[in-house]
């Protein structure tokens, strides 16, 4: 099939047999997630990583929409498992189309982190990393800020991790916390790096 324009394609309960080619193949109307599940498989199987990529962050958009129609009592736990991962898929690296957003949400975390452990963490008797001037928006000592913010991103040996500095319960715990969304960052960033190795 190619350069075709359709309103809509579905393939639920097709069964493929031997190859399937389709190259530019556009629908007015989402189709299902086994439509995509289906399409990704043949283009895997015709060489074309990158439109089985396509076909993949197409597979989980839809797969996110069917499961809101799914929710139930029953199966809240699983439902909000599933959209958590889709939604963190989604937002750090466009399902492995983006390594762009996976640096982006890395960042982004690294500097929320920074900042929660600035204002909350820190025990009383301890100077904070940074005070904002609001009035002249001066950061003071832009050089010890900028190490002590690299330090969010040290995921092993990170004992000595703010010298000076003694990090109350929140802060520990948010530091923690910090470790787990930074590592995951760079894990997409780099799974959407390789999207063209696949």
């Known amino acids: 099939m190619k350069n075709i324009y359709l309103k809509r394609f ?26 995509y599940v289906r399409l990704k498989d043949e283009a895997l199987k015709n060489n074309n990583s990158i439109k089985a990529m396509q076909y993949r962050e197409k597979e989980m958009l839809s797969y996110s929409k069917e499961l809101n129609a799914q929710i139930s009592y029953d199966n809240i ?11 963190l898929n989604t937002i750090s690296n466009k399902n492995g189309l983006s390594w762009l957003r996976g640096i982006i949400f890395t960042i982004s975390c690294a500097i929320i982190f920074f900042w929660v452990i600035n204002f909350l963490g820190i025990e009383n008797d301890y100077p904070r990393f940074f005070v904002l001037d609001l009035k002249t928006f001066h950061f003071e000592g832009i050089g010890e800020i900028w190490k002590r913010f690299l330090n969010m991103f ?31 960052g760079i894990y997409q960033t780099i799974v959407a790096f390789r999207k063209f190795s696949k």
Not at 18 to 27: A, I, S
Not at 77 to 87: A, E, I, P, R
Not at 163 to 181: C, D, H, P, R, Y
């Open 154 to 184: 040290y995921l092993i040996d990170f004992k000595e991790k703010f010298q000076g500095t003694e990090l109350n319960a929140i802060g520990e715990t948010v530091f923690f916390a910090s470790k787990i969304f930074i590592s995951y």
């Open 77 to 87: 736990g699983t439902w909000l498992t599933d959209k958590s991962v889709l939604f």
């Open 10 to 35: 579905l393939l639920t309960n097709a069964v493929m047999v031997g190859g399937f080619f389709t190259e530019h193949l556009y629908f007015k109307e989402e189709s299902d997630s086994q439509t």
